[in-house]
Nanobody
Framework: QAQLAESGGGLVQVGGALRLTCTAS????????SGWFRQAPGKEREFVSA????????FYSDSAKGRFTISRDNAKNTVYLQMNNLKPEDTAVYYC?????????????????????WGQGTQVTVSS
């Protein structure tokens, strides 16, 4: 399993933007898909976005679609989540995750099952 470290969270006003960064370390060269989940107070952790190893396919939740963009730079072992037009309901702890890109990933990327490494999370707070 990799060690994942998120950064870039913070306090932002409604309509603002943040870019989250996730850096992986401690793993060998394998094809890893990556994702972002979030957990708001009193709620279950939910899927936000995912990206394939080669970066050619991205997946988004309905709430993230059109506002968030996931990308990656494998040379830097880094995955990004650009979040624009932030809303109060985006307030949550955001978690970076990754797992081997198997055939199951494409069927279950919205669930936690395909992922085996998780970061500690970074807080995003959107004030109105």
């Amino acid at each position: 399993q990799a060690q994942l470290a998120e950064s870039g969270g913070g306090l932002v006003q409604v309509g603002g933007a943040l870019r989250l960064t996730c850096t992986a370390s401690g793993r060998g060269f394998r094809r890893y898909a990556s994702g972002w989940f979030r957990q708001a107070p009193g709620k279950e952790r939910e899927f936000v976005s995912a990206i394939t190893w080669n970066g050619l396919r991205q997946f988004y939740s309905d709430s993230a679609k059109g506002r968030f963009t996931i990308s990656r730079d494998n040379a830097k072992n880094t995955v990004y989540l650009q979040m624009n037009n932030l809303k109060p309901e985006d307030t949550a702890v955001y978690y970076c995750t990754e797992g081997l890109e198997t055939s199951d990933f494409y069927a279950y990327y919205r669930r936690e099952g395909p992922y085996d490494s998780w970061g500690q999370g970074t807080q995003v707070t959107v004030s109105s």
